[in-house]
């Protein structure tokens, strides 16, 4: 049970960053970075890298919030045992600042290869794949963000096989989820 407790306050700061982004876009902060897609509308054979959804507001959003609660995990892993024992990293050897870009930054850089897929297969930003290819495209949307932080937390701590089984599981639940509450505010069509 610990092992799991200790997952998801490894995931926590990355969840509240999704909560602040969708927050974000709910009341319209930040618009100007809401405008400014990160492909800067680079075409590659007459379509976009990556599509207008993918936006300098979703990435400052997601990396300035996940620093946010790093920094408060982190505080509370050193002042409090509860926080010690739940933290599975050493904010005395990571800085908290290195830990939320690298969760943040790889939540986001996650994301760009399947938008950049199905760009190129002509699917439009926020729609859904064609035929067979959907239910592969809806799973890989699921945990892309995982595998890029998996990714980027690698360059200063490798969790256990156990804790990215958690994580994956975590992933399959969150993620759907805060999608449901972004079509239910009307910020997404679709869940998936």
Not at 88 to 94: A, E, H, Q
């Amino acid at each position: 049970m610990e092992l799991f407790a200790q997952t998801l306050w490894l995931a926590a700061p990355v969840i509240g960053a999704g909560v602040v982004h969708i927050v974000a876009i709910h009341r319209g902060w930040l618009r100007g970075l809401a405008r400014t897609p990160l492909d800067c509308g680079i075409m590659l054979h007459g379509r976009r890298l990556l599509g207008d959804n993918k936006t300098l507001r979703g990435l400052a959003t997601m990396v300035g919030a996940t620093i946010g609660f790093v920094l408060v995990e982190a505080a509370l892993s050193r002042h409090t045992d509860w926080g010690r024992r739940l933290s599975l990293v050493d904010f005395d050897r990571v800085s908290p600042v290195l830990w939320g870009v690298l969760l943040g930054g790889g939540y986001v850089v996650g994301e760009l290869p399947n938008s950049f897929v199905k760009r190129r297969l002509g699917v439009a930003p926020g729609a859904a794949a064609p035929g067979g290819l959907a239910a592969l495209f809806w799973l890989f949307d699921q945990v892309d963000s995982l595998a890029g932080v998996l990714a980027l937390m690698s360059v200063v701590w490798v969790p256990p096989f156990a804790i990215v089984v958690f994580l994956a599981g975590t992933t399959l639940c969150v993620h759907p989820a805060m999608a449901l509450v972004m079509v239910a505010l009307g910020l997404k069509q679709r869940v998936g």
